[in-house]
C-alpha cells in the first residue's frame, strides 16, 4: 500500500500499489479535475456527429464518431485504471496528471479537421490527435515505468503495459508521416485497436495484475456517464433554443424542454440500476468485456445528445433530412443504450430475468411509436415526448418488481463458490 502522506502534503511517494480493499475509496478532486477535459471532447464528437448526421452525411458521421469515441474513451480508461491501482497523490503524480490533461485538449482540438477529412473520402486527418495521444503517452509510459520500479512484485504486469502503450503509440505516429488510403488506414486503425486492447488482458491475467479497487473504479465509470449524459442537456437547450427562435415562447418549449430533460434522466436512471461494484470486487475477471463494454455505453450516450441537437437543427429547418430520419438519429442511440444495459446487466449477475424480455419489448415499441409518428406527420415535438418514455419503460418496472429480482439475483451471484483465477486480489 502507498505511503501514508500527512494531510495538505504532497511529497514524493513510494508508488507501491493502493489497497484494493480500502475501505471508502472514492474519486478524488484531481480526477474529477481530470475528467472536465472530457466535457470538452465529448461536446466536440457529439457535435461533428449532428452536423454531419443533419446534412445527411451518415456514413462520415458514424465512422469519425466511432474513431473519435474510442479515443476518448481510451484515454480516459488508461488513466483511470492506472490511477485506480497507483495514485499516490503526490506533486510528481499530480504534475503528470496535468500534462495528459493537455494532451486531452488537444485530441479534442484534432476531432473537427478529422470529421471533416472522413466527410471528404481522401484520407484519416488524425495528426492533431494522435499528436494528444503523444503527450498523454509519455505521461502514462512514465507512470508505469514509475510503478514497475517503485513495485517489484508487479513490475511484470507494468512493463506489459508500458510495452503494449508504447508500441500501439508507435503504430499512431506511423499514421501521420503515411497517407494511407481512408479503407487501409481504418484497417490500420482495427489492427492497433486490437494491440491497444490487448495490453490490459496479458497484464492482468496472465502477468499478476495490478491492485485496483472494484468500487473506486465503478464509481470512476458512473462519473464518465454522468459526464456523457451531459450531452443530452446540451441537446435540449439547443432544441430548445431553437423552438424559442423560431416561434417564441410557446407550449412546444415546455415539450421540447420535458422531453430532452426526461430522455436524459431515464437514461441516467436505468444506468445505476447496474450492481457494477458488487460483482467486480468478487469477480475481477468480469472487468474487462465490463470495462471494453462501457465504452460502448458511453459512445451510444453521447450520441443521443448529438441525436437531440440534430432534431434541433430540423426545429430551425437547418436539418437536410426527413423527420423520420430526424427522430432514428436519437432513437437508434438509445435503443442500443437500452440494449448494452440489460446485456451488461446479464452479463453480470450471469442471469436472465424473464421480465427483461416484457421490459425490453415496450421499449421497442416505444421506440417504434416515435418514429410511426414522425412518419404519419406529428410534430418534431411530439415525437420527442414519446421517445422520452422509452426508458421509463423499464424505470417503472424495475421499482414494481424488477428490484426484487435484483436483490435476489445480486445475492445467489455474491453466493456463488470463486474458481481460482476469479479469487479476489489479496492486499500484500
Not at 513495485?151 to 501521420?176: E, H
Not at 496479458?202 to 456523457?228: D, K, M, N, V
Request: charged share 15%; net charge neutral.
Amino acid at each position: 500500500m502507498s505511503e501514508t502522506k500527512q494531510p495538505g502534503a504532497h511529497h514524493v511517494s513510494r508508488m507501491s500499489g493502493r489497497d484494493p480493499h480500502e475501505g471508502h475509496r472514492a474519486a478524488t478532486p484531481l480526477e474529477l479535475l481530470f475528467d472536465l477535459t472530457f466535457v470538452i471532447a465529448f461536446s466536440l464528437a457529439a457535435s461533428q456527429l449532428a452536423h454531419l448526421l443533419a446534412e445527411g452525411h451518415f456514413k462520415a458521421g458514424l465512422i469519425g464518431f466511432g474513431f473519435a469515441s474510442f479515443a476518448i474513451c481510451w484515454a480516459w480508461v488508461n488513466f483511470s485504471w492506472f490511477a485506480s491501482a497507483y495514485d499516490t497523490d503526490d506533486w510528481v503524480f499530480r504534475s503528470v496528471t496535468m500534462v495528459q490533461m493537455v494532451g486531452v485538449l488537444i485530441l479534442a482540438i484534432g476531432l473537427p479537421p478529422m470529421f471533416e477529412s472522413i466527410d471528404k473520402g481522401e484520407y484519416l486527418n488524425n495528426g492533431v490527435m494522435v499528436l494528444g495521444y503523444v503527450v498523454m503517452r509519455v505521461a502514462m509510459v512514465f507512470q508505469w515505468l514509475r510503478a514497475a520500479r517503485q513495485d517489484p512484485s508487479r513490475r511484470k504486469a507494468c512493463m506489459t503495459y508500458a510495452t503494449a502503450v508504447s508500441i500501439a503509440q508507435l503504430g499512431w505516429v506511423i499514421l501521420i508521416f503515411i497517407d494511407f488510403s481512408l479503407l487501409v488506414t481504418l484497417a490500420f486503425v482495427v489492427v492497433l485497436t486490437a494491440v491497444e486492447m490487448a495490453g490490459p488482458v496479458i497484464a492482468e491475467s496472465f502477468q499478476g495484475g495490478t491492485p485496483w479497487h472494484a468500487h473506486h473504479i465503478a464509481e470512476r465509470y458512473s462519473l464518465l456517464a454522468i459526464i456523457a449524459l451531459g450531452e443530452g442537456v446540451v441537446g435540449t437547450v439547443a432544441s430548445v433554443t431553437a423552438v424559442v427562435e423560431g416561434h417564441g415562447w410557446n407550449p412546444d418549449v415546455a415539450l421540447v424542454c420535458i422531453a430532452g430533460t426526461g430522455l436524459t434522466f431515464g437514461m441516467w436512471w436505468i444506468y445505476f440500476m447496474l450492481p457494477s461494484a458488487e460483482i467486480l470486487h468478487r469477480f475481477r475477471k468480469r472487468a474487462f468485456v465490463w470495462a471494453y463494454g462501457h465504452m460502448l455505453i458511453f459512445a451510444a450516450i453521447v450520441a443521443t445528445g448529438a441525436g437531440l441537437h440534430v432534431a434541433a437543427y430540423y426545429i430551425e429547418h437547418k436539418a437536410h433530412i426527413s423527420s423520420v430520419a430526424t427522430v432514428m438519429t436519437v432513437v437508434v442511440p438509445v435503443a442500443i443504450y437500452v440494449a448494452l444495459i440489460y446485456a451488461m446487466y446479464t452479463y453480470l449477475l450471469r442471469r436472465s430475468d424473464r421480465l427483461h424480455i416484457w421490459l425490453l419489448a415496450g421499449t421497442a415499441f416505444v421506440l417504434a411509436a416515435s418514429v410511426a409518428a414522425a412518419a404519419a406527420g406529428i410534430p418534431m415535438t411530439i415525437c420527442l415526448i414519446i421517445l422520452m418514455l422509452a426508458p421509463v419503460v423499464t424505470i417503472v418496472g424495475y421499482e414494481f418488481a424488477g428490484h426484487q429480482n435484483r436483490v435476489r439475483a445480486l445475492q445467489d451471484a455474491l453466493r456463488e463458490e470463486l474458481h481460482p483465477d476469479q479469487q479476489p486480489i489479496s492486499t500484500r
